[in-house]
């Protein structure tokens, strides 16, 4: 019992100095996690998209040929930064581009760094889970499309999109707590997250367990708020297991006088 | 390349020595006829014919490997075609519906309108609610496809099929996956469209529908047109052998 109440006491100390730094960094956390999990979906569906875009023998040679070389692209980025630890793509990135560029270039910004870098790699991820979201979605969704003479950006984005967005909703989900949790790597390049106010505050104050205990505690919450509110998205998305009937329009059309429900609106005004 | 269409005098669809392979599998062969506005044709035939690839094929979501298809006197297998365009002048009505579930029924008739024919919201909305009232859906023009019957699916897909302005509807097979129960409302729908010389081209197993609505009736064997002809000479007086057969099987169940 001496001990639990030594940690409370010791997570008090820390929260008075560095509460409002703890803080700031959970703000910056969830403000990386939230923007490049964002950013990360758009290149996931744009790749997937492209990706599935199909092709046959009877198409130009350019064409297969344009659609062939975007599918290696695609799957070369996918392997690369699927398969090298984020920690070091950071590094990788962050001082590559002034090495290669010989000083040309730079990143002025750690915040546009990170994001870029979380970006790229929940991409990577996304664009696998959309090429499966898309082909988990009935063939003949796109058939029905097809027929009535949709193009496959228009079948894209108005029917087999939306379903797969559902489909792949706790994919989304998942990429993004691990999101909040991964981008505590981006203190290598001194982003100023959750976990880098943790350093700081040990680095003065020697309390590493409090403030770890502080640090599980927020994450923890962080992801289990994450979860929560993610769990009522996918259940808004799925809507209401009933519907109305238009009874009214069925009786107005059966008395021979049909109007459309605009016109109704505006004759309870008369 | 833009396809007009009604701008000859030449048949609807104009199918010429059409084929198509699946490997070695000769699926189709050497198929030929034409479909002239207001006509309805029915093709029968048993399972793995041919049937249903032949519409497939009509509209290209099988693309032919021989011969041509003619809409409207252009060969629309020719480089350079506007393949979406095309399709949208020709209506499908899948055995599988084929309904976009994200959508509400008024809205699946309408995405195609507006996607497509770039018509504003509320004319696409008036053209959907007139084909809905047609097949007698009105009130369910909020309903998911997933709350509705396949009956009732089925008609939605009809509706939205008509919604577009198709110069022929083809109907693969539209009753095969219905309950009994249902299988009538929607061969009441086809009817009623026939009786307005909408042009339909109809693989189906409904024999008294292929009798009794149909000008001309198929008999697909192996890939060919076996036989063709009037519905009375058809089913009355059937000259191949095959097609004897195959009614005969079909009127002992």
Redesign the interface.
């Known amino acids: 019992m001496g001990k639990f109440q030594e940690l409370i006491l010791d997570i008090g100390d820390l929260w008075g100095q560095y509460g409002a730094l703890y803080l700031r960094g959970i703000r910056s956390t969830l403000v990386l996690a939230l923007v490049a999990t964002a950013i990360g979906c758009v290149i996931g569906f744009a790749s997937g998209v492209l990706n599935t875009i199909p092709y046959?023998k009877?198409d130009?040679l350019l064409k297969r040929f344009v659609l062939k070389t975007i599918r290696i692209v695609i799957r070369i980025y996918v392997e690369l930064f699927r398969g090298t630890p984020m920690l070091l793509q950071a590094v990788f990135i962050f001082y590559g581009l002034p090495y290669v560029t010989n000083n040309m270039y730079r990143f002025n910004s750690i915040w546009l760094a990170s994001i870029l870098i979380v970006s790229i790699n929940t991409g990577a991820y996304m664009a696998e889970s959309v090429r499966g979201g898309i082909l988990s979605i009935?063939p003949?969704?796109t058939?029905?499309?097809?027929?009535?003479?949709?193009?496959h950006v228009?079948t894209m984005t108005?029917?087999i999109l939306?379903?797969a967005l559902?489909n792949i909703m706790p994919q989304i989900g998942n990429n993004f707590i691990i999101n909040v949790k991964d981008t505590s790597v981006m203190f290598i390049i001194g982003f100023p997250d959750f976990f880098a106010a943790h350093r700081s505050a040990v680095g003065a104050t020697y309390l590493y367990f409090p403030s770890a205990t502080v640090e599980m505690a927020g994450y923890l919450t962080l992801t289990l708020l994450a979860s929560f509110i993610l769990r009522s998205i996918e259940k808004k998305m799925d809507?209401d297991r009933?519907?109305?009937?238009?009874?009214a329009?069925?009786l107005v059309?059966a008395a021979g006088t049909?109007r459309?429900r605009g016109e109704k609106e505006a004759s309870y005004e008369d | 390349m833009r396809i007009k269409p009604s701008v000859t005098d030449a048949p609807i669809l104009s199918i010429r020595h059409l084929a198509k392979t699946f490997g070695k599998n000769k699926v189709l062969n050497d198929i030929d006829f034409d479909v002239e506005a207001g006509e309805v044709i029915s093709v029968i035939g048993s399972s793995g014919s041919g049937k249903s690839t032949l519409l497939r094929c009509i509209n290209l979501l099988e693309i032919p490997t021989g011969g041509e298809i003619l809409f409207r006197g252009r060969n629309i297998l020719d480089r350079g075609v506007n393949i979406p365009e095309y399709r949208s002048h020709v209506g499908m009505v899948f055995q599988s519906f084929n309904l976009f579930h994200n959508m509400t029924v008024l809205d699946n008739c309408v995405v195609g309108q507006m996607k497509v024919r770039q018509r504003s919201r509320a004319e696409a909305e008036e053209k959907a609610r007139y084909y809905l009232d047609k097949v007698g859906l009105l009130a369910y023009v909020d309903a998911r496809p997933r709350q509705i019957s396949g009956g009732q699916k089925q008609r939605v897909a009809i509706a939205r099929a008509l919604a577009m302005d198709p110069e022929v509807l083809l109907f693969d097979e539209p009753t095969s996956a219905l309950d009994p129960e249902t299988v009538g409302e929607v061969l009441e729908v086809m009817r009623d469209l026939a009786g307005e010389q909408i042009t339909m081209l109809v693989v189906t197993h409904e024999m008294a529908f292929a009798r009794d609505v149909s000008q001309r009736v198929f008999f697909m064997h192996d890939g060919v047109i076996h036989e063709e002809g009037s519905p009375e000479s058809i089913f009355e007086r059937p000259e191949k052998q095959e097609t004897q057969e195959f009614l005969s099987r079909f009127l002992a169940r």
């Open positions: 046959t009877n130009s009935d003949g969704q058939e029905g499309a097809k027929a009535i003479g949709m193009n228009q108005s029917v939306p379903q559902r809507g009933h519907f109305e009937l238009a009874a329009d069925q059309m049909y459309h």
